[in-house]
């Protein structure tokens, strides 16, 4: 064929491929001289709440826009080599998600007469428990239809002066979408001088409980072959059940079987974790504060040693005496520092001065770009592209404050195991006696006192 002919063939159907974003190439082809480029994954599940980066080309059985042809043809994305027009089309940017329930209030502390009293003033009873660490109920009402919530709020307050009565605030986990992994623990255990299964000496195997609030979990994990975990469900059965993804990744750091992919800071450990969240749209999981300090309360009574909190939200006086209360039990608080940014308000339950607040840092022992920082801060601890289990199955790479309170929190257990009796003022002290200064000399707002040292803490712990 003349090559005038074949070039007047090949410039309409580029024209097509380039309208579509996209230039096909029969495979082996030298056309532009590019070559696709596949990118493998360490994980082999699709969680839908993790972001990921995939490359490479694809194969498709007919042509769709954006997306290319069947019959052997591989898609190459032109994008970024070839500038888009620019139109007049403003992004929205997404809207904020609520901070709170938008017609509900929570208290502790009613009488009898009290909540009568309310619900003859259009206040409706949505829920209530017996807490046992107050030894009263928290209740949950509907707000008066035609009320403003704090117009209703202040009403609730002036029928009911000596209850604590709040919004019903939401608390989310605290992640962020993930990067690579430089090996298949991205480092992050070795950093600290976390010792493999095979490695810690027999005084440092710890035999306390640890108690865990977070979403759902997958039990069928390889990740939890073997491993001693109660996991209960304590949110309404008529709401959406939470995603598995952050409660998995988190369980699986704390407690993954040794023989997994992902096996726990301290693998096989005992888990009483408690799925306290639920869904709502495609990808916000929340909590709200009634079921959190409920959950807070049943693992109490549980008597577990610590409790890994890998959650944030904002200040509410019914988390706070519920903090206060397992605090006076001897029982130790972990909490996530959060990912809202250097210049972001303190997170709650962190920032309670009875709680171990955790930042993260990557491999290099810097600080995590988006954790947030604080005269709060006590610790860091590896929370950048942590390896961890997936939802389904296998593993991947995990960001955020979340993934490096679990290895406090395990450090903790370490402490307790050695002498069950010490109490959460000792505790600390050991934990800030043994770590490495990574910012101003002592405690400063960026990493706390410093880098969780953990072969320091398990010669402490014997």
């Not at 940014?341 to 810097?366: L, W």
Request: charged share 20%; glycine share 12%; proline share 8%.
């Amino acid at each position: 064929m003349p090559t005038t002919l074949k070039l007047s063939l090949i410039a309409p159907l580029a024209a097509v491929a380039l309208v579509a974003g996209d230039i096909l190439v029969p495979p082996g082809s030298g056309a532009l001289g590019l070559l696709a480029v596949s990118e493998a994954f360490a994980d082999d599940d699709d969680d839908d709440n993790d972001r990921g980066g995939s490359g490479g080309s694809e194969r498709s059985g007919a042509y769709r826009p954006g997306v290319g042809w069947s019959g052997g043809r591989t898609l190459l994305p032109l994008r970024g080599l070839f500038p888009r027009r620019s139109t007049s089309r403003r992004i929205r940017a997404p809207a904020p998600e609520p901070t709170q329930a938008p017609d509900e209030i929570v208290g502790l502390g009613f009488a009898p007469a009290q909540l009568h009293e309310l619900t003859g003033a259009g206040f409706r009873i949505l829920d209530r428990g017996r807490m046992a660490t107050f030894d009263t109920e928290i209740v949950k009402l509907r707000i008066p239809s035609g009320s403003t919530l704090n117009a209703a709020r202040k009403r609730a307050q002036v029928l009911a002066p000596e209850a604590v009565i709040e919004y019903n605030h939401y608390f989310r986990p605290e992640q962020r979408p993930g990067g690579p992994c430089a090996q298949g623990d991205c480092l992050a255990r070795t950093m600290i001088g976390w010792p493999t299964a095979h490695e810690w000496p027999g005084a440092c195997i710890p035999t306390s409980t640890i108690g865990l609030i977070d979403t759902a979990i997958n039990p069928q994990h390889d990740a939890f072959a073997g491993s001693a975990i109660e996991i209960i469900r304590l949110t309404d059965e008529e709401l959406p059940g939470s995603g598995r993804q952050h409660g998995t990744a988190v369980a699986a750091l704390l407690v993954g079987s040794a023989a997994s992919r992902t096996p726990g800071l301290i693998p096989g450990g005992k888990l009483i974790a408690v799925d306290a969240f639920h869904r709502a749209g495609r990808q916000d999981d929340r909590s709200g504060v009634f079921d959190l300090v409920r959950a807070l309360d049943l693992l109490a009574a549980r008597k577990v040693q610590v409790i890994n909190l890998s959650l944030a939200g904002p200040p509410n006086p019914l988390l706070e005496q519920t903090v206060k209360k397992v605090d006076e039990q001897g029982i130790i608080m972990v909490a996530a520092a959060g990912n809202e940014g250097p210049k972001a308000e303190p997170v709650y339950p962190a920032a309670y001065e009875e709680v171990i607040a955790v930042t993260a840092t990557d491999r290099d022992k810097r600080p995590y770009r988006r954790a947030g920082r604080g005269e709060h801060i006590d610790f860091a601890a590896p929370g950048v592209a942590v390896w961890t289990a997936a939802s389904i199955s296998g593993a991947r790479p995990k960001t955020g404050t979340s993934f490096a309170a679990p290895f406090v929190t395990a450090a903790v257990a370490l402490l307790k195991a050695s002498n069950p009796e010490i109490p959460p003022e000792l505790i600390r002290d050991r934990l800030t006696g043994n770590v490495e200064d990574l910012g101003d000399p002592g405690k400063d707002p960026v990493f706390g006192w410093g880098l969780l040292n953990a072969r320091a803490i398990c010669g402490t712990a014997r």
